[in-house]
């Protein structure tokens, strides 16, 4: 059974009226708006992204764009996960895909206990409004607030990558699933953006501690039909904060653009 553990001491949470505590007097209030904050902040008090971002990512994924990889990674948990098995996010975002999987579970009648974290205030918010059945924490994906060997199904879609702390939360034999970008991805888009573009580089599937079970490579060309959805793509790419300023004003005279979106889907079981 999944539950929080104390990022301070490490000891099991319990919820007593709206704050989760420990054993040892730690305690963390459940916010009005549905979510706890387990982060413990080393200066500032914002995080990860931020509204603007977060916006720009809903309104794009809102419209269908990655429809098709949100159905890929959807069937994937379907799949793999148990019967009343725990599933869990990490680095969830405004939780596009966390609560599609949520949905997909549910339809499947596995009556699924969804868990989810992001370093991001304002993206967990974002996401309890998406779902309001999702067990949503603030928290790092290198500091998971929760004991070892509690999941059945871990998710990870583009947010960093803790190969230890996902290897901790997972059941022995339990699956991870991730989505990758591969060599042809956004294509069109560099190229309207750079002098020089490069294709992203081939990966290496292999992950110590697990097992590549299944890949799954998907591909579909994307018909961006206004400046927005393209300006709004380009910012959920790690290159708008390495990109110079004149080269991201390339983009402000594309009023339409198709663009290649490839990804792989994989599934890995813990070893």
Known sequence: MAYYICPVCGDALKLWDNSYKCGKGHCFDRSAKGYVNLFLSKGGSNHGDDKAMIN???DFLNKGYYGFLKDEVCKAVSDFTPQNGEVIDCGCGECYYTAAIHEALTRKNKS????????????VIAGKKRCKNLNLAVASVFHLPFSKESFDTLVTMFAPFCREEYSRVLKHGAVMIMAIPLEDHLW??????????????????????????KKSDVKEMMHLSCNKDIT?????????????????????????LDVTAHFAVLVYKKI
């Open 56 to 58: 720009a990512r809903t």
């Open 112 to 123: 699924p206990e969804i868990y989810a974290v992001d370093i991001s205030k304002d993206a």
């Open 232 to 256: 709004s793509l380009f910012e959920m790419t790690p290159y708008s904060h390495k990109t110079s300023k004149e080269d991201i004003k390339k983009l402000e005279s594309l009023d339409k």
């Open 188 to 213: 069109e888009l560099k190229r309207a953006v750079y002098e020089t573009p490069y294709k992203n580089s081939p990966h290496d599937f292999e992950i110590e501690g697990f097992e590549l079970v």
